[in-house]
């Protein structure tokens, strides 16, 4: 793939082979002339499984103020019903300091935690599938605008040139107007011969 290699060696300074994946595709992308941008959540990956989408609803859920306001309610109503049997009945069924209820709390954020992180894991899998191609949209784009100042670059040294040569056959034709001399035929394509001043037709 020479279009590749050569992109890659000019605009990146950096041989094909010694390139890592990412690059080598977007060189391979550059020379093809393709797009490399696309829509993630369109790629058909495998669905989630029950216990992923399980994983996903807890993680959901223990993040968002309704289980924050869940979980002081159902302190609050055990701290109140231990204290209203105790005051009623003189015992009660988990009393002061309520080692039942740290029972309960430490059990569900033992269950809850590694629920939470596998959650976390297919989210952070995510991300660095999104990391990745947001790299290679860069890069081709940087690359793409590399490019562009080349072919500018060289259009406007070709033009400036030509610019140049034909701003020079133009003063030299008016040089010899003004010497009162006839340039020499086919010096400017197009123009009629010049007498020189004084002369009749």
Avoid: C
């Amino acid at each position: 793939m020479p279009r590749s290699d050569d992109a890659a060696a000019r605009l990146l300074g950096v041989p094909f082979d010694q390139m890592d994946a990412s690059a080598r595709k977007v060189a391979r992308h550059i020379a093809a002339r393709r797009h490399i941008a696309r829509n993630l959540a369109l790629e058909g990956d495998s669905p989630p499984s029950r216990g992923e989408r399980a994983a996903d609803a807890v993680a959901s859920f223990g993040g968002s103020w309704p289980f924050v306001a869940l979980f002081a309610s159902v302190m609050l109503v055990w701290v109140v019903a231990n204290g209203a049997l105790l005051s009623l009945r003189g015992s009660t069924f988990d009393p002061y300091p309520y080692i039942l209820l740290n029972l309960f709390l430490s059990m569900l954020a033992a269950i809850q935690a590694p629920v939470i992180l596998m959650s976390q894991n297919r989210q952070s899998k995510k991300d660095r599938l999104s990391a990745a191609h947001d790299y290679e949209v860069n890069l081709k784009a940087e690359l793409e605008i590399m490019l562009l100042h080349d072919k500018i670059d060289a259009l406007r040294h070709t033009q400036w040139t030509e610019l140049m040569a034909l701003q020079t056959r133009q003063l030299e034709l008016l040089a010899a107007l003004a010497a009162g001399t006839r340039p020499a035929p086919g010096d400017a394509p197009g123009d009629a011969p010049v007498a020189p001043p004084g002369a009749t037709a």
